[in-house]
């Protein structure tokens, strides 16, 4: 049985294990990043400790499958941006050079929202789908577009970059994430902004608060009109939404087809699915095994 080791890097904790080249995760396991401590130079000392650790038990691992916050050039193999008091250090890094040379087995290598994108088009949300964004929000919005079960990456290493896109003279990532969501009310009740998150929010707009309520309802017209932006210029089959937040689908869901009623054609409407991911923690690693199959024309 051929298994691969996955390998997902995000800022603050780093999820890994071992999957099947079918989507089965094996082994699944997570450590701190330290990404502020150790850096780059140390994220890739980390990725090493683990796939030797799997190669010493295991004679039948065939890739190593990596999914990193960051730019990546995936053809490169390397780390062309990141964002330096994140992650000191791992802007320039050659990750799939020096993984191949360490173990002489094919490792690929891709951006965390792509994977993320990729895993919920192949086994999640998206399953069956042949045109799908993925919009994760949190700190920032991110995107990934998938076409026919592979990332489109753009020229540059920045398709589906949607939370840059301005919306209202402003970045579309700045009025509709949940970082936004947190300032604007602790902003409005006079709080400090480490006092409050979008889950406490979410608890009291349930209960009537009318700030909340009226922050929560900006926010996601906003998001409808970014929904609808994606909608209109790639009219994917999917759009699929990601992050923390987009648990509260209850809430959210009635609301944001309410506003996409609004702004798009019927035709468009009717035709464009709109779901809420379900891979969780997982669709990163499954994206990156993806990307290494994808890439290594294995089906």
């Given at each position: 049985m051929k298994k691969y080791v996955c390998i997902d890097i995000g800022g603050t904790s780093i999820?890994?294990?071992?999957?099947?080249?079918?989507?089965?995760?094996?082994?699944?396991?997570?450590?701190?990043t330290e990404a502020l401590e150790k850096g780059g130079p140390g994220i890739v000392e980390k990725s090493k400790k683990i796939t030797r650790e799997y190669l010493e038990e295991n004679d039948?691992?065939?890739?190593?499958?990596?999914?990193?916050?960051?730019?990546?050039?995936?053809?490169e193999g390397k780390i062309v941006h990141a964002i330096e008091h994140i992650i000191p250090g791992y802007t320039g890094i050659e990750f799939k050079k020096e993984m191949e040379k360490e173990f002489n087995i094919p490792c690929e290598i891709e951006n965390d929202v792509n994977c993320a994108g990729l895993g919920e088009a192949w086994l999640g949300a998206g399953k069956g789908s042949k045109t799908a964004v993925c919009m994760t929000i949190g700190t920032g919005i991110g995107g990934a577009v998938i076409i026919d079960g592979k990332i489109h990456n753009g020229c540059c290493n920045s398709a589906g970059e949607i939370g840059y896109t301005i919306i209202e003279d402003t970045p579309f990532q700045d009025l509709a994430s949940t970082t936004s969501l947190v300032k604007k009310?602790?902003?409005?009740?006079?709080?400090?902004?480490k006092d409050l998150n979008g889950k406490i929010i979410?608890?009291?707009?349930?209960?009537g608060d009318e700030i909340c309520l009226s922050s929560l309802g900006e926010m996601i017209r906003i998001l409808a009109i970014g929904i609808s932006n994606a909608a209109y210029l790639l009219n994917p089959e999917v759009i699929i939404l990601g992050g923390g937040i987009m648990a509260?689908?209850?809430?959210?869901?009635?609301?944001?087809?309410?506003?996409?009623?609004?702004?798009?054609?019927?035709?468009?409407?009717?035709?464009?699915k709109i779901e809420f991911a379900y891979m969780k923690n997982s669709a990163g690693m499954i994206g990156a095994l993806r990307n290494f199959l994808n890439r290594h024309m294995e089906e």
């Open positions: 999820k890994y294990g071992l999957v099947t080249r079918d989507g089965e995760i094996i082994d699944r396991n997570e450590m701190d039948d691992i065939k890739g190593i499958c990596i999914s990193t916050a960051g730019m990546v050039d995936a053809d009310v602790a902003r409005l009740k006079g709080m400090e902004f979410f608890e009291e707009a349930k209960k509260q689908e209850e809430f959210i869901r009635p609301r944001l087809d309410n506003e996409l009623k609004k702004i798009l054609v019927d035709r468009v409407y009717q035709n464009t």
